[in-house]
């Protein structure tokens, strides 16, 4: 599947539809996903909001949390509807709140219910529906548990399955500590490619340059790149000419800041919130030698409000 080829992780707090637009303005290319979006917030809090995302912004995924099938079934319909691409299944979030709320990597647990989950979901549309979940929980850490979670899920119809090459530790560990501290098992993602060749296979975790992504795609379907695509979001300009054969001229940082800060402008008047979409630019400036001053001047853009004024000094020290 070229469209997943290379993708950006769904990161909560992260990749809001204003970093997704700033990052299609990088890339025509990579395939991007919201921050998880739980069913609750839909059916309970009627939060429909959240369902928000530019046109630009294509080809984008809608990430639900949870375990009611009945509610991921009505989630995936309005997520259709608003025009998504594609649903995917949160099974890999360790957090202790979504696992009170029954969903995320504790999932992995009851892969019964994951089935039935998809499958009323694949029912209510037409659009694919896709499951992120980690090789295994707490100590269910051996290739066959992954293995027998695949091959049941598969069964209901799911295609693709994008795997966070860690165990999730439910336990003792932060959602930001199982980003880092159980151990990376690239073997499990490649083995599992290897006997489930039909599927769609997208490996995630731990993977920071291009060059790292270039060498997984020759074992697997595609790549998922999460934190280091965010701090530093220009990485993904060559995404286009590397992985999708696509040679059109690149945009360099400057015109990318004035295309995003045109669009800043607009939101702004719009009611959204100026420090929410400024601060997506930090990481434009990583490798540069003025990165600190830049970084110090998006925040003083935060604190005053004033982009016209300060857009000059921006440009100057990319």
């Known amino acids: 599947m070229d469209s997943h080829k290379i993708c950006v992780a769904p990161m909560m707090q992260y990749t809001d539809m204003h970093d997704r637009f700033f990052l299609r303005l990088i890339s025509k290319n990579i395939f991007l996903y919201t921050e998880m979006i739980s069913t609750g917030s839909i059916i309970f809090g009627n939060c429909l ?4 995302f530019n046109n630009e912004e294509h080809p984008v995924a ?3 949390g949870g375990s009611n099938p009945n509610h991921l079934g ?5 997520a259709e509807d608003y025009g998504y691409d594609e649903i995917n299944l949160n ?3 360790p957090s202790e709140r979504v696992q009170k709320g029954k969903f995320g990597a ?3 647990l009851e892969p019964d219910l994951v089935s039935e989950c998809v499958l009323k979901m694949r029912t209510n549309v037409d659009i694919p529906i896709t499951v992120k979940c980690r090789l295994g929980v707490d100590d269910n850490d051996d290739y066959s548990f992954l293995e027998n979670f695949i091959k049941i899920v598969s069964s209901a119809g799911v295609e693709t399955f994008i795997i966070h090459a860690r165990n999730a530790l ?3 560990l932060s959602p930001r500590q199982n980003r880092t501290i159980p151990p990376l098992k690239y073997d499990y993602v490649y083995k599992l490619k290897n006997d489930f060749n039909s599927l769609n296979i997208i490996i995630n975790g731990g993977i920071n340059n291009l060059d790292e992504a270039k060498n997984h795609l020759n074992h697997v379907d595609g790549v998922m790149i999460g934190r280091a695509s ?3 979001p220009f990485m993904l300009n060559e995404v286009d000419s590397l992985f999708f054969n696509d040679h059109s001229e690149k945009k360099d940082k400057i015109l990318i800041l004035n295309e995003y800060l045109d669009y800043v402008e607009y939101m702004e008047g719009n009611g959204h919130d100026l420090s929410r979409m400024l601060k997506h630019l930090f990481g434009l400036s990583r490798g540069n030698k003025n990165a600190k ?6 925040h003083q853009m935060m604190l005053n409000g004033n982009i016209k004024n300060s857009r000059g000094d921006l440009i100057n020290l990319l």
């Open 91 to 93: 099974v890999g979030c």
């Open 62 to 64: 809608v990430q639900l």
């Open 49 to 52: 909001h959240q369902f928000s």
């Open 293 to 298: 001053l830049f970084r110090k001047k998006v």
């Open 106 to 108: 504790s999932l992995m």
């Open 230 to 232: 965010y701090d530093n």
């Open 74 to 78: 009505e989630c995936s319909k309005i």
């Open 170 to 172: 439910l336990k003792g």
